[in-house]
Nanobody, 124 residues
Framework: QVQLVESGGGLVQAGGSLRLSCAAS????????MGWFRQAPGKEREFVAG????????AYADSVKGRFTVSRDNAKNTVDLQMNSLKPEDTAVYYC?????????????????WGQGTQVTVSS
């Protein structure tokens, strides 16, 4: 069982930066691939970024590639999402998720555990 709690959301102007963090409980955190998703009002939840247990492989949505960076610290049971050059279209509730698979998967249905989400609002 893994419990996930996100933090770091807030209001930022376009072009600014935010760093989201996801704290996980559970002794087997290091075995899980982790993903970040977001959901804007009236839209479906979409994949943002993912990272496998060893941090040797990451994946990003095309819309955030080059602006966002995902990282994890298995000793601290955390996974972070550094978001730079934010745009108004990045406004959404951001969720972290965990799945017991050796690779990053973009489909939300494969993830076993979800956090409660944190709001990110980017003003123009």
């Amino acid at each position: 069982q893994v419990q996930l709690v996100e933090s770091g959301g807030g209001l930022v102007q376009a072009g600014g930066s935010l760093r989201l963090s996801c704290a996980a409980s559970g002794r087997t955190f290091s075995r899980y691939a982790m993903g970040w998703f977001r959901q804007a009002p009236g839209k479906e939840r979409e994949f943002v970024a993912g990272i496998i247990w060893s941090s040797s492989r990451t994946a990003y949505a095309d819309s955030v590639k080059g602006r966002f960076t995902v990282s994890r610290d298995n000793a601290k049971n955390t996974v972070d999402l550094q978001m730079n050059s934010l745009k108004p279209e990045d406004t959404a509730v951001y969720y972290c998720a965990a799945m017991l698979r050796p690779s990053v998967v973009r489909a939300a249905t494969y993830y076993d555990y979800w956090g409660q989400g944190t709001q990110v609002t980017v003003s123009s």
